[in-house]
T-cell receptor, first 109, second 115 residues
Framework: QKEVEQDPGPLSVPEGAIVSLNCTYS??????FMWYRQYSRKGPELLMY????GNKEDGRFTAQVDKSSKYISLFIRDSQPSDSATYLC?????????FGAGTTVTVRA | DVKVTQSSRYLVKRTGEKVFLECVQD?????MFWYRQDPGLGLRLIYF???????EKGDIPEGYSVSREKKERFSLILESASTNQTSMYLC??????????????FGPGTRLLVL
């Protein structure tokens, strides 16, 4: 069983829709939870991070963590074609990050 | 702005060749990492280094070695390339500062094809 499970999609939504992405994990030692965005032929870039259960907002993005259920989510409101990318969840313990497989999202204009 | 650069964007090598992938970061980061990224598998950690001349195995070190002679440079070596090492290779770095800032900055990746 993988430490981090993420549905690879792909996910296709119309412009303006809410995008909902999620990951589950099995390792209780994970302390920090992150979402990375990766555009085609580029390296991942950090989008959001959080270390506690609850919600964190940054503009159109909301990251949600439920440690009791070992479940994290990312919501993108008012999605734009420029949000089309692969989104990877990542979780940290010690030096290392453990990544989900990534979900490919396409926002149709 | 943190900059992580990788020596090549695309590489084509033959089975059995020795392959060097170079990564350089310009932010004086202590920690550096090599991942490979494959469809459906996400990023998997190959090796990491938390100091010059120090290295630690990640989750999939078999068939790879690394070298860190200088703080800013971390090299990944495929001693004898095989077709199952065809992949996207990503280098990352991070400071050893406060936990909340310990995010990883990634290079653009090297897409390696082994024939």
């Amino acid at each position: 069983q993988k430490e981090v499970e993420q549905d690879p999609g792909p996910l296709s939504v119309p412009e303006g829709a809410i995008v909902s992405l999620n990951c589950t994990y099995s390792n209780s030692a994970f302390q920090y939870f992150m979402w990375y965005r990766q555009y085609s032929r580029k390296g991942p870039e950090l989008l959001m991070y959080t270390y506690s259960s609850g919600n964190k907002e940054d503009g159109r993005f909301t990251a949600q963590v439920d440690k009791s259920s070992k479940y994290i989510s990312l919501f993108i409101r008012d999605s734009q074609p420029s949000d089309s990318a692969t989104y990877l969840c990542a979780m940290k313990s010690d030096y290392k990050l453990s990544f989900g497989a990534g979900t490919t999202v396409t926002v149709r204009a | 702005d943190v900059k992580v650069t990788q020596s090549s964007r695309y590489l084509v090598k033959r089975t059995g060749e020795k392959v060097f992938l170079e990564c350089v970061q310009d932010m004086d980061h202590e920690n550096m990492f090599w991942y490979r990224q494959d469809p459906g598998l996400g990023l998997r950690l190959i090796y990491f280094s938390y100091d010059v001349k120090m290295k630690e195995k990640g989750d999939i070190p078999e068939g790879y070695s690394v070298s860190r002679e200088k703080k800013e440079r971390f090299s990944l070596i495929l001693e004898s390339a095989s077709t199952n090492q065809t992949s996207m290779y990503l280098c990352a770095s991070t400071s050893a500062g406060a936990e909340i800032r310990e995010t990883q900055y990634f290079g653009p990746g090297t897409r390696l094809l082994v024939l």
